[in-house]
């Protein structure tokens, strides 16, 4: 018995950052995303008489494969044994959101292969205790992730806001380094929490930001949701850069790449970045933009893909 599932990593335009609960992994901030298309996470779950995880060809860390099986073992408590392969065609660990996608993918292909018939808000649920972003890739399009109230964190799980459809825009984004991060995403939000004098005000403002997002999503109004979109990044890595330890995920070609950025806006192009736990910069336009955008890029990547709204979780026939 094995099923196969397909997920895409989405990019946060209002950011989750901070933990209020490390065991159910549950958010100190609501967020708001874009599931994006092109780049995509094939996982398949076969039940087999001993547990064993490959990413592509070749067995998988032994880190990566206990944190896959330990995630299986909280979903299905006693489950069967299981062979996990996940592949990516985009590098993972480096800020693009390789554990959104792998934790949606092997969600589903998981709970579909222990059986599990559950709603997509209690599977966004289950894929949350792997990664918290995760939880927003079961949806298309531009996705809210409710910060919830339960201590259980039952209400703390993706809903839709408006599908790929709906609007016309790209996410063009460039790859200025590779390779692994250097501070984990979970390491990163627990020293911003603990150490950066900025952390508490990041927290209190983020549900006017996502409000302020989503509202901006609905009325299609991209210079508001981007002046937004680059305040909650800023915020985030603000928190980051005043920790102690310092944690500096951007290299000298994201600053060029954020310059870029604002030379587009000053030149009339509607254009708006935002980073997450690494160096690469994303940048949110019009999907006619795009040409424009990449090429202000490519001077300072060393790769630029322009990707459009992508479709949510989904297991394959
Ligand atoms: O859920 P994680 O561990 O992949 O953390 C994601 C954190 C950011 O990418 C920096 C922000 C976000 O909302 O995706």
Same mark, same amino acid.
């Given at each position: 018995m094995s099923r196969q599932a397909i997920a895409h990593p989405n990019i946060a335009l209002v950011k989750y950052w901070g933990k209020r609960d490390l065991e159910l992994n549950l958010p100190a901030v609501s967020s708001l995303s874009l599931t994006l298309d092109g780049f995509r996470t094939v996982t398949t779950v076969e039940r087999s008489s001993g547990d064993a995880v490959f990413v592509g060809p070749a067995r998988a860390s032994d880190r990566f494969a206990s944190r896959a099986l330990r995630f299986l073992d909280t979903l299905v408590p006693g489950r069967p044994p299981v062979v996990v392969k996940t592949e990516s065609n985009f590098p993972a *660990? !480096? =800020?693009?959101a390789s554990s959104a996608s792998g934790f949606a993918a092997l969600t589903l292909a998981a709970a579909a292969t222990f059986d599990q018939d559950l709603s997509l808000q209690r599977l966004s649920a289950w894929s949350r205790r792997g990664s918290? /972003? !995760?939880? &927003? /890739?079961?949806? *298309? *399009?531009f996705v809210v992730w409710d910060r919830g109230t339960r201590a259980d964190g039952s209400d703390s799980h993706g809903h839709p806001l !408006? %599908? &790929?459809?709906?609007w016309d825009v790209a996410m063009v984004v460039a790859i200025v380094a590779t390779g %692994?991060? !250097?501070? =984990?995403s979970t390491e990163g939000m627990e020293r911003s929490r603990q150490t950066s004098a900025y952390y508490e005000q990041w927290v209190a403002t983020a549900e006017a930001d996502v409000a302020e997002g989503r509202e901006a999503v609905l009325a299609r109004d991209l210079d508001r949701l981007g002046a937004v979109m680059e305040s909650s990044t800023l915020k985030m890595h603000a928190t980051m850069h005043t920790a102690r330890p310092p944690i500096l995920y951007w290299q000298a070609g994201t600053v060029a790449c954020l310059h870029a950025v604002a030379g587009l806006r000053e030149s009339g192009t509607s254009a708006w970045a935002t980073m997450d736990a690494g160096p690469q910069v994303k940048v949110l336009c019009a999907a006619s933009d795009a040409e424009t955008v990449r090429d202000a890029l490519a001077p300072h990547a060393a790769a630029v893909h322009v990707l459009r709204p992508g479709s949510g979780a989904r297991l394959v026939p």
């Open positions: *660990g !480096a =800020g693009l918290g /972003s !995760a939880c &927003r /890739s079961f949806w *298309g *399009g !408006a %599908p &790929r459809e709906h %692994p991060k !250097a501070v =984990g």
